[in-house]
């Protein structure tokens, strides 16, 4: 298939990318651009390692066509350590035990922070339906809720502070 | 008590979390080299096929394809095991399972190295092919492997004590027939190898190998290499980048491993494969489908007199670790509960399907589903509440099982005690609404085998340590992190021995070039066996950095401490009157750096310590600095070996079972179970672990929740499905594990009964807790609703079977009509898998690709 021409915008930063029209996001990341935060674990959208954001959705971004995210703000994991240092979430996964082998964390990191843009305050069933959409084999996801609970309060100290 | 520890016993994050937060962290599929090129596997598509001819001429010449590999490339056998080196890398005149590895293609991308693959041409004759293993042991003729009569890949027979006495003695017996259906592991990173030669600079021909691998045993790798490729061990370099777990899937020679070496060496470029998560399923090395019939006598007041087990596990088609399992099934009947008579009958058969092997729980897990269920049986029987009988069954230690296990540290009775007073067990067992219930569990596991699969002598784990004069520690381990927390552990033991700081602390680990042999993570081994070695590698550096301050501070080594980054004089010692406070090495002392006089600068932390005079204290760094001057870098070596004592008995198979120490785990599970759709819901398990001492609490509750989860995974949903060798549900969502919605709250306690042989005390935490899981759901069923499961994993089908036969009621076929594994509703699963033949049936509405692949069907 003979490739085209596209410009994606990720992490805030624009990319000229020749892709074929049938190559997939993931492939588009962590091929042509080198961002291999986001992982492959399956094929066919059942395991969220490869979750990105696109325009502040958690999308899979296996299923997904490079070409058309044309136009729209893509954000990796890479794209989530604030200003070189960990975002409170991601220090809270390592502090909770929220990462144990770490394939998934990425696909994780990025469902959580969709999550909780929409929803600040999320209950322990909101954080699980949310959760439901990423497959982790080490943790049995407990230690991720406490996480989860301790980025949100380290959030909020951080915000009362300023 | 740990208080009295700076680092040990401290929740601590991972050394390398932030890598795995921030996705900077390399995974071996994340790599790439410059010129490398993608390898495809082609599988077989019949379950049992002789090959009669493999053309690959045509996907040759295809545009892009640089080489393909065939089983003539490389024709040594290998296996994990030294007693079953049953396997090609690609296959050589059979085809022994769907999925087999025929050939592979190497390109310059994943694309060109697909279509290749369809080009290529077998022919196969096809043979008999057996899937049941008891169908499978009665075979004549076309057997799987021609030196396994009867496609017994082994059987043991073991008498310890006197059985029939002891059945003779017991008031009540049970007997029953168990079946724990066959799970994977699904590691949720597929496997991939990435393999490059150099060019010898002498002979300007290929030289060596570097080979990056999700490995969880890089020696074992190395030395299959060099078994294949007949390479010298020592022109091979295996390095392990993080893996995505492993739970045992990697925890042996995958072929894939070995064919991206051979696809190098044909290509003469770096080639790497990683598999699709279809080709994960196939490649399998899960638990085996086990068939325990189970017989249990007990006095009436609970006394365990005599146990009985045959124990037959589907193996597949190939060795694998299946040896070693089917040991683990009957030595693990020993060493939880003071059992005096014994008789096991043990089959490890082969069938048409993917070989298992090892996984979380190795051999232990069915076995204990069994036994602690027949157990709750007989319990109810003789009117002994479950925790009770449990307490009447325990061993008395340090003592030795009657097959040969030698047990020290035994924390099961608090375990037992805690889950019981933590879950409310004697307040609320029986007491809760209808359709809800309780129900306990214990098991344990191995600390790492005493006795190694590769018989030798040699230490299961080396490590060194490096100091030099930055003072930054570096620990050089062959032990493979996979997600366990293996690396921190290594540091933390570092850090608290030499008394400094975690942050000063640096692991290199798994690199054949750079580090010692360690034979890798498997059997929880790790933390005990690697962690004894660095603490005295650890040890030893200290000697020298000790030797050195008390020289400066004036006093004996003995007075020394080493905390918090300080090197500190106890207060109350005696200050020696030394003629020479000096730094100056002694001639023999100076053995090393051959110390050239005025090579330290003026000005430099010795030489403001020389003019003060003796100290209290000096930090780390000024300590560290001093002994270097009488040694150059510091460097300390130290390994472990299991005692003599715990490597277990003299009879056939004593080698497997024995560990230096075992851990321990009760569980009380709390269930649900909907009588109208035979729905489980597992609410809340209480999990204590005895794991010696939790070096680090987060990564110790991390496993037993872990453990606890996969446990309950594989009691409800999680179950492969066979049709004819095809599996029927490759794939994440079909496998059914279980994501956040349906998984319990997992309270985990952690009981700490200090190993006199582990490190700071500590056992292993990472498969012990698995095996309880499934009989406390069993057991909790039991007490919600009145059934008891022979078979796991509990689906609603089974649950509802069992509901309608308790109250007599004509069974339901809920799936007749609807079963996807009927033959005219089959659905062939072809798109990511690279099949080459007719293979089974499409179904009419299949929506994949329809067009035979050129090259025509056979």
Redesign the interface.
């Known amino acids: 298939m003979k490739k085209e021409l596209i410009s994606l915008r990720v992490n805030g930063r624009t990319h000229e990318l020749a892709i074929e029209p049938s190559a997939l996001l993931l492939d588009a990341l ?1 091929l042509d651009l080198q ?10 959208s ?2 969220g ?1 490869c979750t990105v954001q696109v325009d502040g959705v958690a999308m899979m971004s296996c299923t997904l066509l490079a070409a058309s995210c044309e136009g729209q703000e893509i954000t ?3 794209g ?2 604030e200003h070189g240092s ?1 975002a409170a ?3 809270a ?5 929220g ?8 696909g994780f ?1 990025m469902t959580v922070k969709s999550l909780l843009a929409e929803n600040p305050d999320p209950t322990e069933n909101d ?3 949310a ?2 959409s ?11 809720y406490e996480a989860i609970r301790s980025a949100i309060a380290a959030e909020r100290e951080g915000m009362a502070a300023k | 008590m740990s208080s009295h520890f700076s680092i040990i016993g401290k ?1 601590t ?2 050394i ?12 071996t ?2 790599l790439s080299l410059p010129g490398m090129l993608i390898g495809k596997i082609l599988h077989s598509p019949y379950p049992h096929a002789r090959i009669k001819r493999i053309d690959t001429s045509r996907a040759e010449k295809l545009d892009g394809v640089v080489a393909v590999a065939v089983g003539t490339d490389a024709p040594n056998p290998f296996g994990i095991l030294p007693v079953g080196h049953d396997e090609h890398a690609l296959a050589l005149d059979k085809v022994r399972y769907v999925g087999d590895n025929v050939a592979c293609v190497a390109a310059i991308s994943e694309a060109i190295a697909e279509k290749a693959i369809e080009l290529i041409d077998v022919e196969y004759e096809l043979l008999p092919a057996y899937f049941d293993p008891e169908e499978s042991m009665k075979a004549q003729a076309d057997l799987i492997h021609d030196n396994k009569p009867g496609n017994l890949e082994k059987d043991y027979h073991h008498v310890f004590g006197d059985p029939d006495r002891g059945f003779a003695e017991a008031d009540e017996i049970a007997e029953a027939r168990f079946i724990a259906n066959e799970v994977t ?6 496997h991939s190898t990435l393999a490059s030669f150099e060019l010898d600079p002498h002979t300007g021909k290929l030289g060596r190998l570097t080979v990056w691998s999700s490995t969880q045993v890089p020696y074992y790798l190395q030395h299959k290499l060099s078994l294949v490729l007949e390479m010298p061990m020592q022109q091979i370099r295996v390095i392990k980048p ?6 045992g899937g990697k925890s042996e020679v995958i072929p894939l491993e070995i064919i991206a070496a051979i696809a190098a060496r044909k290509a003469k470029a770096p080639v790497k494969i ?1 598999y ?3 080709e994960v399923f196939w490649a399998h090395r899960g638990r085996p489908r086990t068939i325990v019939d189970l017989k249990t006598g007990v006095k009436n007041d609970g006394r365990i007199t005599a146990v009985k087990a045959r124990v037959v596990q589907d193996g597949g088609a190939y060795c694998s670790y299946g040896v070693v399992t089917i040991l683990y099934s009957g030595a693990l009947l020993g060493a939880l509960y003071d059992i005096p008579n014994i008789q096991y009958d043990g089959y490890r058969v082969l069938t048409n399907k993917p070989a298992c092997g090892a996984m979380r729980g190795h051999g232990t897990v069915n076995v204990r589903f069994a036994f602690e269920t027949q157990l709750d049986e007989l319990a109810a029987k003789i009117g002994v509440d479950p925790a009770e009988i449990r307490q009447r069954n325990l061993l008395k230690p340090p003592c030795i099982t009657v097959n040969g296990l030698r047990v020290q540290s035994y924390g099961l009775p608090e375990c037992i005690e805690k889950t019981v007073s933590r879950s409310g067990w004697s307040e609320r067992r029986g007491k809760l609404p209808k359709g809800r219930g309780l129900g306990m569990a214990c098991s344990h596991y191995v600390s790492g085998a005493a006795n190694s699969i590769i018989r030798s002598d040699m230490p299961h784990s080396t490590v060194n340590i490096k100091i030099d004069r930055d003072g930054g520690v570096v620990v050089y381990t062959g032990a493979s992190e ?4 293996s690396d921190t552990m290594t540091a933390q033991i570092a850090a608290e021995t030499l008394g400094c700081s975690l942050s000063r602390v640096r692991v290199i680990a798994a690199d054949t070039d750079l580090t010692p042999i360690d034979i890798g993570s498997y059997s929880s081994r790790v933390t005990f066996m690697a962690g004894n070695a660095t603490l005295r590698a650890a040890s030893e550096v200290k000697k020298l950095i000790a030797a050195a301050a008390a020289k400066k501070m004036g006093c004996g080594v003995e007075a020394l401490i080493f905390r918090g980054g300080q090197v500190l004089k106890k207060a109350g010692s005696p200050t020696l009157d030394l003629a020479d406070r000096s730094v100056r090495p002694t001639p023999a002392e100076a053995s090393v750096s051959g110390r050239v006089e005025g090579q330290i600068l003026r000005g430099s932390l010795q030489q403001k310590r020389k003019e003060e005079g003796p100290k209290d204290s000096m930090t780390f760094e000024e300590a560290v600095v001093a002994a270097i001057d009488f040694h150059g870098a510091l460097t300390g070596t130290g390994s472990y070996a299991p005692p003599l004592e715990a490597r277990g008995g003299k009879h056939k198979g004593a080698g497997v079972g024995p560990s230096p120490a075992y851990s321990y785990s009760a569980q009380v599970a709390e269930v649900s179970v909907d009588e109208d759709t035979g729905e489980v819901t597992v609410h809340k398990v209480w999990a204590a672990h005895d794991c010696g001492r939790a070096l680090n609490p ?2 110790v ?2 496993q037993i ?2 453990s ?3 446990g309950m995974g594989q009691a409800l949903t999680e179950e492969l499905v066979w049709k004819d060798g095809m599996l029927m549900n490759p ?3 079909e496998y059914r ?1 279980p ?3 349906e ?1 319990p ?2 309270e985990p306690i952690i009981v700490e009964s200090i190993d006199p042989e582990g490190p700071f005390g500590a056992k292993e935490c990472s498969e012990g807790s698995l095996a309880a899981t499934i009989p406390a759901i069993a057991n909790a069923i039991y007490d919600a609703v009145g059934i008891r499961l022979h078979e796991s994993p509990f689906t609603p089908e089974r649950v509802l079977a069992a509901l309608r036969a308790k109250k007599k009621a004509k069974s339901l076929n809920l799936t007749e009509g609807v079963d996807p594994t009927a033959p005219d509703r089959f659905r062939e699963h072809g798109g ?1 898998l690279c099949f080459k033949g007719k293979g089974p049936e499409r179904h009419a509405q299949d929506p994949s690709p329809r067009e035979v692949p050129a090259g025509g069907a056979d």
């Open positions: 962590r961002l291999t935060g986001s992982k492959r674990g399956c094929d066919d059942s395991c390692a990796t994991i890479e989530v350590s960990l979430i991601q220090k996964y390592g502090d909770w035990g990462a144990q082998c770490g394939y998934c964390t990425p990191i954080i699980r339906a959760l439901s990423n497959l982790c084999r080490c943790t049995g996801y407990n230690q991720m | 929740p994050a991972m390398d979390a932030a890598e795995k937060t921030t996705g900077a962290g390399k995974y599929d994340d592991h699904a590691a949720m990173e597929p993080l893996v995505g777990g492993g739970f990683t699709t998560r279809e996979i997600g366990q927390g987060v990564s509750e991390g929740i872990g606890v989860w996969m794939g994440l969502l594990s994501s956040a919605v998984s709250a997992v990511a």
